[in-house]
């Protein structure tokens, strides 16, 4: 499923609170929805059989509830819609809340969050209001209607009863069968009232489960030949109605070659590699690997030979081994340090008391920045991969550990394609070909000093960060 549509807090609201709606509505129908109506059909046609005269009445005033009933629901449903979705509003502040409250005390915005909550819990209270309010009219309506039909009947039961057309007990017994249509109408109500918020929570969940996966397997699947990468007139965009975050990019990268990409902020360098491994598919032009469209090859055959070290440095609850193994659940543990020596991991770890067995706690919030960046190279290092892509993946390291990283990685990735995207030019000067990237398209291509000679952009980035020093053997 492609996760971008939905947002974190609207799942968690559609797992949680949506599920608890379709729940309450089932249990409800268990209990109810199958004896309710059966009193009401059965308590109709034991009245009709009392009395067809008086029974007229049930011409009148049945037809005026199924039309309430029907009004109302379609009255409701949009409203009981908008409830889910300030609820996830309600989600969605109190989720920035607790995983922004380091920067909440720092910058002292107690107050500023709490007006987001009160204003946010205030348009789902409104909301519910007015979604409560349109059911609960059905009450009075069924009430009033039912209780004219009483009415109803003692003024026509007495007058048929002055005539002698129909027994007194008749009419009371009559009426005791109108009053148990009435119990059942009510709760036949109560089932409708749930039943409108319960709709609106199941197509909302629905939404989800039926929500198309957009990477998917080719019927007719190809084997690759090598791990040459080449990109033939790219373009790429997130969704239909977003900009262009990539615009006909063109280049080829031979296997064992290593690439760097560097760019300001916001130039398209993420995205640049996410197509690669089919995190997304290009929106126009074509990903080759080994000569075959990437579309065209098998997801666990493509994933199984790439290693990706994501910008964001995603650890799970365990121990530090079990996310280790994520990449290679086979791995023994000379594996294991071998890639932890190389990650500039080993130390750390063996520094722990526990170790591999050292637990890692949500979103590995017991490490450090620069740990987390050096188990998840780990993680990537484990697969042997023919393809290993670095996005940003030693941003928390000092300039020492990244090069004793850069080292070890080249001899240890020497016949493997390395793709390295890094804000430090240093993280990329040795590369065998560098990409600069600006607002999605590619500016240059080549070595280090060649691009200091012709790139002005690359030219910039190298004076900025190493001095001017830098253009004096150029």
């Not at 609960?136 to 109803?152: A, D, E, F, H, Q």
Request: net charge neutral.
């Amino acid at each position: 499923m492609d996760l971008d549509k939905f947002k974190t807090s609207s799942l968690i609201t559609r797992l949680t609170n949506d599920v608890t709606q379709v729940q309450n509505m089932v249990m409800m129908g268990l209990r109810i929805a199958v004896r309710s109506p059966l009193m009401c059909i059965g308590g109709i046609i034991m009245a009709a059989t009392l009395s067809p005269r008086l029974s007229i009445v049930f011409l009148v005033a049945i037809p005026i509830i199924l039309i309430a009933v029907v009004v109302i629901l379609k009255k409701s449903f949009p409203l009981f819609i908008s409830v889910q979705e300030k609820i996830d509003g309600v989600n969605t502040v109190m989720r920035e809340s607790i995983l922004g409250v380091r920067v909440v005390k720092v910058f002292n915005i107690e107050d500023k969050l709490n007006e987001r909550f009160n204003e946010a819990n205030d348009d789902l209270m409104d909301k519910s209001i007015r979604a409560q309010n349109m059911n609960m009219i059905l009450w009075p309506v069924v009430t009033l209607v039912m209780n004219l039909s009483i009415i109803g009947v003692l003024w026509f039961g007495g007058k048929m009863a002055n005539s002698g057309s129909v027994e007194i007990g008749k009419i009371m017994a009559f009426i005791n069968y109108l009053l148990q249509i009435m119990h059942s109408l009510i709760m036949v109500v109560m089932i409708v009232l749930n039943f409108s918020r319960a709709k609106a929570s199941a197509d909302r969940i629905n939404q989800v489960l039926s929500a198309q996966v957009s990477i998917q397997n080719n019927n007719d699947s190809v084997e690759m030949n090598n791990f040459d990468i080449e990109f033939k007139n790219v373009s790429f965009k997130y969704n239909e109605h977003s900009e262009y975050v990539l615009k006909n990019i063109s280049f080829v990268a031979r296997e064992g070659e290593s690439i760097g990409i560097i760019g300001a902020t916001g130039s398209g360098k993420s995205s640049f590699v996410s197509l690669i491994p089919r995190l997304y598919d290009a929106t126009e032009g074509e990903v080759l690997l080994g000569g075959v469209d990437v579309k065209n090859v098998k997801l666990k055959a493509l994933r199984d030979n790439i290693g990706v070290v994501l910008q964001d440095s995603i650890l799970f609850s365990g121990t530090i081994e079990d996310n280790l193994k994520f990449g290679n659940d086979n791995a023994d543990m000379e594996l294991i340090e071998g890639a932890a020596l190389d990650a500039q991991a080993l130390e750390f770890i063996n520094s722990k008391e526990d170790g591999y067995k050292s637990i890692v706690e949500q979103r590995g919030k017991n490490l450090s920045g620069g740990q987390k960046q050096r188990i998840s190279i780990t993680r990537a290092l484990i697969r042997k991969p023919k393809i290993l892509i670095m996005d940003d993946s030693s941003s928390a390291l000092d300039m020492a550990t990244e090069a004793k990283l850069q080292n070890a990685i080249n001899k240890r990735m020497k016949n493997s394609t390395v793709i390295t995207i890094a804000q430090r030019i240093s993280g990329v000067m040795d590369s065998d070909k560098i990409i600069v990237l600006d607002r999605g398209k590619i500016v240059d291509i080549g070595k280090h000093n060649e691009l200091l000679k012709s790139c002005e952009i690359y030219r910039s980035i190298a004076v900025s960060q190493l001095g001017e020093e830098v253009l004096l053997n150029v």
